[in-house]
C-alpha cells in the first residue's frame, strides 16, 4: 500500500485488516476458553483422602437415620392425634350415656338393661382409645429418645470430621491454586510466542505486503496476553507486569520514531529532496539555489552538494536525486549527505 494505491482499495484493506483482527481475537479466545477447560483436582477425592471413607459413610448413614426418624415421628405424632380425636368423641358419648343412666336413676326408674349395657360398651370403648392414646404417646417417645441419642452421635462426629474437613480445605485450595498456575502457564505458552513472533515480523518485515495481517495477529495476541495475566495474575503483580509492558511498548515506538527522524527511508528524504529541488531550495538547509545554469553548485550556506557532473554521460546532474536527468543513470551516493566529508 502507497500514496498510489486508490482510496477504494486502501480502505478495502484497512476494513479486511479490522475484521482479521476481531476474527483472530475471536479464534484465540476459543482456544483460551478450551484450555480454562483442562481437569482440575477432584474435590470428593481430596475428601475421602483427608477425611477418610469410613467417617464419611458414617456422617452419610448418621444423616439418614435422622432423616427416617424424623419422618418416622411425624407419622407417629399424627396417629396420636387421630386416636386422640377418636378418643375425645368416645369420651363425649360416654358420658351422654351416663347422663342418660343417671336421669333415670334420679327419676326413681330401674335402666333398661340396654341402657346398662350400652353404658358398659361405651366405657370399655372410651378405655381401650385412651389406652391406644397412651401407646402413641410412648411410641413418640421412644422416638424422640432415639432423635436425641442421633444428635450427640452426631455432635460427636462432627466434632472429629471438623478438623479433618479443614485439612481437606486447605489441601483441595493448594491443588487448585496449582491447577490455575498451570493453566496460566499453558496459556502463556501459546500466546507469547505468537505476540513474540508477530512482533518479530511487524519489526523487521516493516515493508512486507502482509503486514497489515501480522499486525491483526500482534493485536490480538496482545489483547489475550494482557486478558491472561490480568485473569492468573494477583493485582499487585498485574499493575507492575501492565506498566513495564506498556513503558517497554512506548520506548520500542518511541526509539522507531526517533530512528526514522534520524535516517530517514528513502521515500521521505527522496520526496523531501523532490520538494527542495522543485522550489530551488537546498534539500538540507533549505537555503533558496540561485538560478544560474550549466555548472556543477553546492549550497553557499550549508556546503552540499547540489549540482555535479554524472559519472556516466559527464553532463550536470541533482546530485541528490538518485537519476541523472539527461542519461538516466542511477546513482547509490545520493543517498549520502551532498555536503563534503571534513578531513578528520
Ligand atoms: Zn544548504
Ligand atoms: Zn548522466
Same mark, same amino acid.
Given at each position: 500500500m502507497n500514496d498510489n494505491t486508490p482510496w477504494v482499495l486502501r480502505w478495502t484493506i484497512r476494513l479486511l485488516s479490522v475484521l482479521l483482527l476481531f476474527l483472530f481475537v475471536w479464534l484465540q479466545g476459543f482456544l483460551i476458553g478450551d484450555i480454562d477447560d483442562m481437569e482440575g483436582p477432584d474435590r470428593q477425592a481430596v475428601e475421602n483422602k483427608y477425611v477418610g471413607p469410613e467417617l464419611l459413610r458414617s456422617e452419610r448413614e448418621l444423616t439418614q437415620q435422622k432423616k427416617e426418624l424424623e419422618r418416622a415421628i411425624s407419622r407417629q405424632q399424627e396417629i396420636k392425634a387421630n386416636r386422640r380425636e377418636a378418643m375425645s368423641v368416645a369420651q363425649q358419648t360416654w358420658n351422654q350415656i351416663v347422663q342418660e343412666h343417671r336421669r333415670e336413676l334420679d327419676a326413681g326408674r330401674q335402666p333398661t338393661k340396654e341402657l346398662s349395657s350400652t353404658l358398659a360398651e361405651t366405657q370399655e370403648r372410651y378405655l381401650r382409645a385412651t389406652a391406644t392414646v397412651e401407646e402413641a404417646n410412648n411410641e413418640v417417645g421412644e422416638l424422640q429418645q432415639r432423635q436425641h441419642a442421633l444428635i450427640i452421635e452426631e455432635e460427636s462426629l462432627a466434632g472429629s470430621l471438623t478438623d479433618r474437613r479443614d485439612n481437606a480445605r486447605r489441601a483441595y485450595t493448594r491443588l487448585w491454586d496449582a491447577h490455575r498456575w498451570r493453566v496460566a502457564a499453558v496459556k502463556l505458552a501459546f500466546v507469547v510466542p505468537i505476540f513474540l513472533l508477530s512482533s518479530w515480523l511487524v519489526w523487521k518485515r516493516s515493508? %512486507?505486503?502482509?503486514r497489515p495481517m501480522i499486525l491483526a495477529l500482534l493485536l490480538s495476541s496482545f489483547y489475550w496476553l494482557g486478558v491472561v495475566m490480568h485473569q492468573h495474575f494477583p493485582a499487585e503483580y498485574f499493575k507492575y507486569i501492565g506498566i513495564l509492558a506498556a513503558i517497554t511498548i512506548v520506548v520500542a515506538f518511541l526509539l522507531h520514531a526517533l530512528r526514522t527522524a534520524a535516517k530517514p527511508q528513502d521515500d521521505i528524504l527522496l520526496r523531501r529532496r523532490r520538494e527542495a529541488y522543485h522550489s530551488s531550495r =537546498? +534539500? &538540507? $538547509?533549505a537555503y533558496p539555489i540561485p538560478q544560474e545554469k550549466g555548472g556543477a553548485m553546492s549550497c553557499a /550556506? $550549508?556546503? %552540499? /552538494?547540489l549540482f555535479s557532473e554524472c559519472p556516466d554521460c559527464g553532463k550536470i546532474r541533482? !546530485? @541528490? @536525486? +538518485? !537519476? $541523472?536527468? !539527461? =542519461?538516466?543513470a542511477e546513482t &547509490?551516493?545520493?543517498?549520502? @549527505?551532498g555536503r563534503p566529508v571534513p578531513e578528520p
Open positions: 515493508n %512486507a505486503i502482509f =537546498c +534539500p &538540507e $538547509c /550556506s $550549508c556546503g %552540499a /552538494s541533482h !546530485h @541528490l @536525486l +538518485p !537519476h $541523472c536527468r !539527461h =542519461c538516466g &547509490e551516493r545520493w543517498r549520502t @549527505l
